[in-house]
Structures are given as structure tokens and as C-alpha cells.
């Protein structure tokens, strides 16, 4: 039996296939067309091109959908001049634009937050001058539980409150983060506050590797994961990643909670080893 021509236009006499004739690109344009005003299925109930291919492909597909849901937005962790601030790059180098700034102050203990996650803006060099738009507080000598927020805490017009970040103390779970907020929640789900755990991978000891879930819903549906660069690593802290899609504020508190979890473990000397693997340039990158 002959081999089928998929292109349609007749062999070449070598087993190559011929290109596409006029008219039959015009058809593929005309179909590519239909499908796409038929918008998420098709008129015959096939999955049309919005729904079987993606926008982003930087970021690790994730529970097998086609959607923007079901990607993690990747941020590289470069060094500043502490080991405990970072810039967040979307960019797999350094010297890429930044979209946020993890500015760090471990000696203003008791006094105010020492994590502020600044954004970025292209228009100023100075990295400070970013506004804040969430912040972490740490404890780490009364109490291994920390503190989050939204918001800049030093803004007149805000009072610091802030959101428990409860580390568990069980054995079977004793290094898993969790906090509890109603941001983020969609109107069909009433507000209602969603508890976020951040739990630990267990089997690799000396890093610092966490996802995060949340309590109740699809265990495949992961909102974040963490994964430190090890103590060793001079310019790469590590990698934070969060589901795309999410609004309300929920991204920014999925990264300030994963940063005040890295810089809690790094000074727990929790994060000598490198979290992802090198060899995976989709992750070390």
C-alpha cells in the first residue's frame, strides 16, 4: 500500500512530500478561522486552537489542561548585595528587567517588617524606589511562626495587621508553611477565606523544595512552588514559581509567603543544597 500524501499536493518522486497548493492553504486558513470563532469547542465538539494550544510556553505545564490556569509563572532569584535580597526575573539572566525586588533588613527585628516585596519600574534605576506591594515579618527567636501582608506597612494610611504564616510542628509534616485569606476568592466562591499550605519535600535533605496547595480542593491544582539555589550558589538564590491567573492580590502574598519561608530556612541553615536539578534547563535557567 502506498504511503498516504498528508500534504496533498503529490510526491516528488524521492518519497518527499510536495507543499501545500493555494488552494489548500486557503482552506487551512478558512478552518483555522472557523474553529477559533467557535471560541472554547469547535461546532463539531472538538477542542478548538485556543483550547489546544498555549500562549506561554516558558512556564511547566502542570494538570494537563490547555489554559492559562494550569501554568506556573516562573521568577529567577538573583542575589543583590545580600544573601537574603533577591530580584525577581522573569528572564533566564541577571541582567533582564526585574518584575519585582525582595529587599531584606534581618537587623530591624521587633520593629518593623524585614521582607518588602518591592515591583519594579523600568523608569527608575534605583531598585528601592519600586513601590511595596506585600511584606513578610519574621520570628525567629519566640516563635517560628511569621507574618504577611499586603500593602506597604509603613504607608500612613495603612495599619499593619497581617496574615498568620503557621509552620507546623507535627514530624509527619513539621517543616510545611500554611496561611488563611479570603484574597483571591471569586464571587462564586462567596469570599470565603482559602487555607494555603506550603508542603516540603521530605526525601531531599538540605533543601529547601516546597509546593503549594490548598486545603480542601484538587491536590493536583498546585498555586506555587519553591525551590532554593543552595548555599553554594553565589548568584542564583533559586526559583519561585505561581499559577497563572490569579488576582486580588493572591499572587503577590504566594510570593512574599514563599520568600519568608527561603530567607527563614537560609538562616536556619535549611537551603545548603540546590533545589533544581542543573541538568533541566527549563528549571536552572
Known amino acids: 500500500m502506498?504511503?498516504?500524501?498528508?500534504?496533498?499536493?503529490?510526491?516528488?518522486?524521492?518519497?518527499?512530500l510536495a507543499p501545500y497548493t493555494e488552494a489548500q492553504r486557503a482552506a487551512l486558513t478558512e478552518a483555522v478561522a472557523q474553529a477559533e470563532a467557535a471560541g472554547p469547542k469547535g461546532g463539531d465538539g472538538r477542542p478548538s486552537v485556543d483550547t489546544t494550544y498555549t500562549t506561554n510556553t516558558e512556564s511547566p505545564l502542570l494538570s494537563g489542561g490547555g489554559g492559562a490556569d494550569d501554568r506556573l509563572r516562573k521568577y529567577n532569584m538573583?542575589?543583590?548585595?545580600?544573601?537574603?535580597?533577591?530580584?525577581?526575573?522573569?528572564?533566564?539572566?541577571?541582567?533582564?528587567?526585574?518584575?519585582?525586588?525582595?529587599?531584606s533588613?534581618?537587623?530591624?527585628?521587633?520593629?518593623?517588617?524585614?521582607?518588602?516585596?518591592?515591583?519594579?519600574q523600568p523608569t527608575s534605576p534605583d531598585k528601592k524606589d519600586g513601590p511595596v506591594v506585600a511584606w513578610g515579618r519574621?520570628?525567629?527567636?519566640?516563635?517560628?511562626?511569621?507574618?504577611i501582608g499586603l500593602g506597604d506597612p509603613n504607608a500612613t494610611n495603612t495599619k499593619e495587621g497581617g496574615i498568620k504564616l503557621h509552620r507546623d510542628k507535627n514530624w509527619m509534616h513539621r517543616s510545611d508553611w500554611r496561611f488563611t485569606t479570603p484574597i483571591g476568592s471569586s464571587e462564586e466562591d462567596g469570599?470565603?477565606?482559602?487555607?494555603?499550605?506550603?508542603?516540603?519535600?521530605?526525601?531531599?535533605?538540605?533543601?529547601?523544595?516546597?509546593k503549594c496547595v490548598a486545603t480542601g480542593g484538587d491536590a493536583s491544582k498546585i498555586y506555587a512552588r519553591?525551590?532554593?539555589?543552595?548555599?553554594?550558589n553565589g548568584k542564583?538564590?533559586?526559583?519561585?514559581?505561581?499559577?497563572?491567573?490569579?488576582?486580588?492580590?493572591?499572587?503577590?502574598?504566594?510570593?512574599?509567603?514563599?520568600?519568608?519561608?527561603?530567607?527563614?530556612e537560609a538562616l536556619d541553615y535549611q537551603s545548603l543544597r540546590q533545589g533544581y536539578d542543573s541538568s533541566d534547563k527549563s528549571k536552572s535557567d
Open 2 to 16: 502506498e504511503p498516504t500524501n498528508l500534504s496533498g499536493g503529490g510526491g516528488d518522486g524521492r518519497g518527499r
Open 226 to 232: 519553591l525551590l532554593s539555589g543552595g548555599g553554594l
Open 236 to 264: 542564583k538564590g533559586g526559583e519561585i514559581m505561581v499559577r497563572e491567573g490569579l488576582g486580588g492580590g493572591l499572587e503577590e502574598l504566594l510570593l512574599v509567603s514563599g520568600q519568608t519561608i527561603w530567607a527563614w
Open 138 to 147: 519574621l520570628k525567629l527567636f519566640t516563635s517560628r511562626h511569621c507574618t
Open 105 to 120: 533588613d534581618i537587623l530591624a527585628m521587633g520593629s518593623k517588617p524585614q521582607l518588602l516585596l518591592r515591583r519594579q
Open 78 to 103: 538573583y542575589y543583590t548585595t545580600s544573601r537574603l535580597s533577591t530580584m525577581l526575573h522573569r528572564g533566564k539572566r541577571p541582567d533582564t528587567p526585574a518584575e519585582y525586588y525582595m529587599q
Open 191 to 210: 469570599g470565603k477565606a482559602v487555607e494555603y499550605v506550603w508542603r516540603k519535600d521530605m526525601t531531599k535533605y538540605g533543601t529547601t523544595i516546597y
